[in-house]
Structure formats: C-alpha cells, structure tokens
C-alpha cells in the first residue's frame, strides 16, 4: 500500500519560514519524480516545485528564489524549504510521487497572515 504522509505546516506571518515533509512507503521511493502542489481556496491546484529521481528541480515563477525542494532517498523523504511566505502562498500543499503511477498526499495546510 502506498502512502506519504505531509507534514510541517501551520501558521506563520508574512516574511517566516516553514518546511513541509513528505514521507513515503510503499514505492521505490528513489526512482520517483517526487513534488508538491497547492490549492487555494477557489482556485485551481498548481504545481509548486518538483525533483526528479536524479535531482533536477523546476519550481513555479511565483516562488523561484524563495523555496527549495530536495530529497532524501534514505528516508524516503522529499522536503519543501519555504521562506520569506507572502499572505498569497496560503493553501493547502500536497505532496505527490510520480513515475509510471500518480500517488497524492492528504495534504497539509498553509496559512500566512499577520
């Protein structure tokens, strides 16, 4: 069964930091295009950041220059480093893990507000 687990979001004002986790079992986690989406309220889900299995990354405009994406094969664990959050980065973020199959996260939410 395949399962991966979001974690490491909340509450922050504008201009803090949050990294969200993801924890996968179940895939060979290292051979997976690993990343994440939002979706704010009323709005389409859009792509965030993704890795691939060998550590290319691509991120959407809106956030270039303030978040990072990487991996930890070891752990099965794909990372999410966002820094200098604007109120417009509220959503909820989920993880996703891709190869020839698309597996999703439950989602994990993000609120920036002062």
């Known amino acids: 069964q395949v399962q991966l687990v979001e974690s490491g979001g909340g509450l922050v004002r504008p201009g803090g930091s949050l990294r969200l986790s993801c924890a996968a079992s179940?895939?060979?986690?290292?051979?997976?295009?690993m990343g994440w989406y939002r979706q704010a309220p009323g709005k389409q889900r859009e792509l965030v950041a993704a890795i691939t299995a060998g550590g290319t990354t691509n991120y959407a405009d809106s956030v270039k220059g303030r978040f990072t994406i990487s991996r930890d094969d070891a752990k099965n664990t794909v990372y999410l480093q966002m820094n200098s959050l604007k109120p417009e980065d509220t959503a909820v973020y989920y993880c996703?893990?891709?190869?020839?199959?698309?597996?999703w996260g439950q989602g994990t939410q993000v609120t920036v507000s002062s």
């Open positions: 179940g895939i060979i986690f290292s051979t997976y295009v």
């Open positions: 996703y893990g891709r190869r020839v199959s698309l597996y």
